[in-house]
């Protein structure tokens, strides 16, 4: 089997999303100029999109899912609900990204699966979300963007990961967001370079409050995937993360095992971008060092660019099984 | 049958030269610096004293962040007594020299000119009651970094006295380290022929991670590797070595697993988005080489002790890693314990001494 | 096996320690709740002073939110450096790596005659240290141990038993 673990649907312009918003947020729209979650961090930079690509669905067929002859290919839509902060425009907007990504992707083409967008910022809405849709198998994920304003293992967000795991969805972490808080914890940088390669930065924290503050104790059937994050560095930090705990684990008293044996068990990555080495020889050990190949995912992340993933990551398990085995609703 | 341990206790100094990169002075009370200070800032630490970004803040795990057993039989608090210290670390391990950081919020004031007459005290209080009366000590420059202008004049004031071999930052500032607000202090420092030296700590007024503020001191202490990835993707993206060509950087008490992998990361964006930062002349990892140096306190404890070399292999930065302590902090590294033994005799002693005394001119 | 008087009862009250130099090496001996225990002074880690440390209690949680039990108070040792944490009882730490590594050295288990030393993965399986593990059971062991010795009250005397 081969699992596309992330490409992209792009919604063009909020007019995209008419048909399946109601009246009053029609008139909304026309009236207050409100293009939508357009303030984002993704500019015109040359990784958003390789060249001749295109954000439709033919594009996607005939660029990624044919070539690479997937079985499945899940969708993720960055819309970036999180950066509104009008409560009810952020929960009208999540339902109808929703079921644009039903009409416009998933019913037309059956490859496809997709994450569920929710309103992050509100939990007990965000639960109801995923009620609302989770009956339809083809979503099995949540999209949560990497970037927050609460790191994700605090016990405010406990809703969001009790729906998830009542429905067998994997909560994926994805590259990006815009919560309105600092992307790094000194301040804003200057470059999308450093945002770009500083989001490594902001799965590291959300891996370590998610570990530390017991979420996998609390909900032990609950699977994570970190999706356009890179890995390479995973082990240092779970090195460090292991070494802190062993004094420090008195201040959270709930996690009985090593940080990195949380890791291991609740969490995979997807391959693109890797970041690795330059000296192709080292990149069988940093396999080893992240736990083995069953930790990493197969993802073509169409149509951002990154670098060719090497031949050595392509085996059968990366290109498909693990995505079979560790999505409940795949396979 | 009796099965001896094969690591003995050491109570012998450790037989190769020892510099330690990272001790932390503290005062004995607020009122210590009184002594340093202008009548006006005297009666302001009275009436008003710290104002710091706050509600950022985590409580430590023990006191003054302390290893238990370094309360002095004096009753003065951990690093403050020096007859103590010299006992507990100077004497006790055989070292040669020691580099002095003292972690005392003159940075993160809000009020920018108290936090510069903090920033003269503290160093006076350092010549004074640590340089003069113990010639193995060395210390750092301590400035008003959020102010530049007001850090560039201690810099040039310092600069001349004897035994400040570097300029103290800490880790978690209000803009990233690249920024250009920063560029004056860098100037005067490399003017001067001394490093800017980051350590571990502080807040800039900021949640203590870019994903929002986090519950526990775990989070805090471990999540300091993120500030420190963070201001060194800034360092080298803003072009600051590009600009200062004599600039070194030290960076104090975050580990270093964590380099190479940055390295990999900011090549490969690099390579991606170099129309962003035609400013950059050279790869990112080629600045990192040539103008960092590191301290290797809290070492890194790989989970197979092989991958400690590969770490090293991974970093080739044989000449720019420092032995430190982080006395008398809880997280303390041990001179004959904390570097592995697989680590070859020549590059032991670069670690424990030499990079530090060529860095630091000992 | 040599036996060594390191204080007199009156010395050693509850709630008390002291670390004594025997046999070549610190010891140090605590009386908890009338109970008397010995480990070495010495941390596996990196060699700290392991009997400076601060005594605590045993705490579990099952998952964030839920109730809080303590139990175990005072016979968690604390090393003073980086705060791992040993049972005073035993010398077990309990953390735990994916793999369980028996340490390039063993521990010496005292306390019966014709013992050969154990690995350490294997120590808590030797009787005669008193061992309660109640509310312990959903925590696996760690790798290291530090190296107890039994102890003793004999008439007015604590006593130790090492073997040098």
Known sequence: ?331 | MTIALPEQASTQPVQTALIDCDIHNSLPSEATLDKYLPERWRQHREAFASRAYHGLYYPLASQHAARTDAWPPSGMIPGSDLGFLREQLLDRWGMQYGVLLPLLSAGKQLNLEWGAAIARAVNEWQLAEWLEPEPRLRASIVVPYEAPDLAVAEIERVAKLPGFVQVELESRTHEPLGRRKYWPMYHAAAERGLPMAMHFGAQGGWPITGVGSPSFYVEYHAGQLTAFQDQVISLVTEGVFEQIPDLKFVLIEGGFGWLPPLMWRLDRAYAKLKAEVPHLRRLPSEYIREHMWFTTQPVEEPHEPRDFQVMLDDLAMDDRIMFSTDYPHWDFDAPDAAIPTSVAPELRRKIMAENARALYRL | MARYVVARAEDLPPGTRKIVEVAGRQVGVFNVGGELFALRNRCPHQGGPLCEGRLAGRLEVEAPGEEWEFSREGEILRCPWHSWEYDIRTGQSWFNPARVRVRAYEVEVAGGSGLDAQPAAEVTAIAGTGLRTAGLSALRKGPYVAETYPVMLEEHYVVVEIDA
């Not at chain 1, 037309?108 to 699966?113: D, V």
Request: hydrophobic share 40%; glycine share 6%; aromatic share 10%.
């Open chain 1, 1 to 331: 089997m081969i699992v596309d673990a992330d490409v992209h649907a792009v919604i063009p312009s909020i007019e995209t999303l008419f048909p399946y918003l109601t009246a009053p947020w029609i008139e909304y729209v026309e009236q207050s100029g409100f293009k939508g979650p357009v303030d984002t961090p993704y500019p015109k930079a040359p990784t958003s999109a390789r060249p001749g690509s295109g954000t439709s669905l033919q594009h996607l067929r005939e660029q990624a899912l044919d070539p690479l002859k997937v079985d499945h290919a899940i969708v993720n839509c960055s819309y970036a609900v999180e950066s509104i902060h009008n409560p009810d425009t952020d929960i009208a907007l999540a339902r109808a990204v929703n079921d644009w990504l039903v009409a416009e992707w998933l019913d037309k083409e059956p490859r496809l699966r997709a994450s569920i967008i929710v309103p992050s910022k509100q939990p007990a809405a965000a639960a109801r979300e995923i009620d609302r849709v989770a009956a339809d198998r083809r979503f099995v994920q949540l999209y949560l963007p990497v970037r927050s304003y609460l790191p994700y293992g605090k016990r405010h967000f406990h809703p969001i990961f009790e729906a998830a795991v009542r429905h067998d969805l994997v909560v994926g972490l994805h590259f990006g967001g815009a919560p309105g808080n600092p992307p790094t914890s000194v301040g804003w940088p200057s470059y999308y370079l450093e945002e770009y390669a500083g989001m490594a930065q902001a799965f590291q924290s959300q891996l370590q409050s998610m570990v530390v503050e017991g979420l996998f104790d609390r909900f032990p059937a609950l699977r994570v995937t970190c999706v356009e994050g890179g890995f390479a560095w995973l082990p240092p930090f779970l090195w460090r993360l292991d070494k802190e705990w062993k004094g420090l684990q008195r201040e959270v008293p709930w996690t009985k095992r090593l940080p990195s044996e949380y890791v291991r068990e609740h969490v995979r990555f997807t391959i693109q971008p890797a970041d690795l080495p330059p000296d192709p020889a080292r990149l069988g050990r940093l396999v080893e060092q992240v736990g083995g190949e069953e930790v990493l995912l197969f993802a073509s992340d169409y149509p951002h660019v990154h670098d060719d993933p090497p031949v050595q990551l392509l085996t059968p398990k990366i290109m498909g099984s693990n995505a079979a085995a560790f999505y409940g609703r795949i396979g």
